[in-house]
Each structure stands twice: as C-alpha cells, then as structure tokens.
C-alpha cells in the first residue's frame, strides 16, 4: 500500500473518533506494509488521557512489535496526527522504524524533539515522514476544533505551510 492508501484508512479512524466526540486522531499500524491494526483517540469517550490512537495500537500490540523488530521486520506507524511526546516516546521505545504522519501540531506535537535526547534514542535511526493528505484531514480537525478550541489555527496553518 501507498502512503496516500494508509493515511486514508488513518483519516477515516479520525472520522470515527469524531462522530463519537472524540479527539479526531487515527492511526495505523503495518508490519512489512502489511496492516496489523488501526486505531482512533477514544480519550473523551473513556474520560482517560491515555488512549491516543497511537498509544493504543503500542499497548495492544507491544509484544508483537517486540518480536517483529528483532526478527528484522519493518515496522511503522501512521498518523493523522504528529503524536505527542507521550505517544513518540512509545514509538521510539518500541524501536518502530518509521512514522508517518499528516499534520504537524502546534501544541503538543513532539517529533523535533529527536535531535535534542540522549544518544540511545538518536541511534534507532526512525525515518520520519510528514504533510500527506494535510488537506483532507485538516476539515476533520477544525470540525473539533470549533468546539474545543484547542489550537490556535491561524498558527497550525502556519506551521503546516496552509498560510
Ligand atoms: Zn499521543
């Protein structure tokens, strides 16, 4: 599948997540371009601060991961969103290869942070990938954001080169 093909599936989890209120995230989990699992934010839902889309696809599927990346498969993850440090935190630890995700967040977006920690996390060497399908999911995040208010939008625009 194509990076389009899996941010579209990503998108539609978002979709999911916010016809049921819920922070408008997706994300997809493959292992050697083939799909294991997809997931969606469900904090609002579950009034927990823990299930992000990302994190929960970690959690469910830690073990498989584990054994995937010694085993020399290639791991990724998508996102519609960039995930925030507790989300990337959990992706380096689980030594994923790859993330790729649509928009860049303002607020709590933490992929840049990679060049600033320690050695151990430098050296897992993840490729990152970002802006794909920013525009289909950017209508999708400013439906929440009407509500809730959480970005300056004039300022995600900006940093997501829309302004
Ligand atoms: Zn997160």
Redesign the pocket.
Known sequence: MTDLEVMEIAIQEAKTALSKSNFP?GAVLLINKEIIDKSQNQNRELGTLCF????SLLIKHSSLIKQAVQGKDFVEIYSTLE??????AGILQHNIHRLVFSVSDPN?GASSILPYLNDWYRKKNITIEKNILVDTYLPILYEDNKRYNRYDWDKLLALNNRK
Not at 52 to 55: L, M
């Open positions: 995230v992000h889309a990302e994190n995930p925030c440090l507790y989300c990337f709590v």
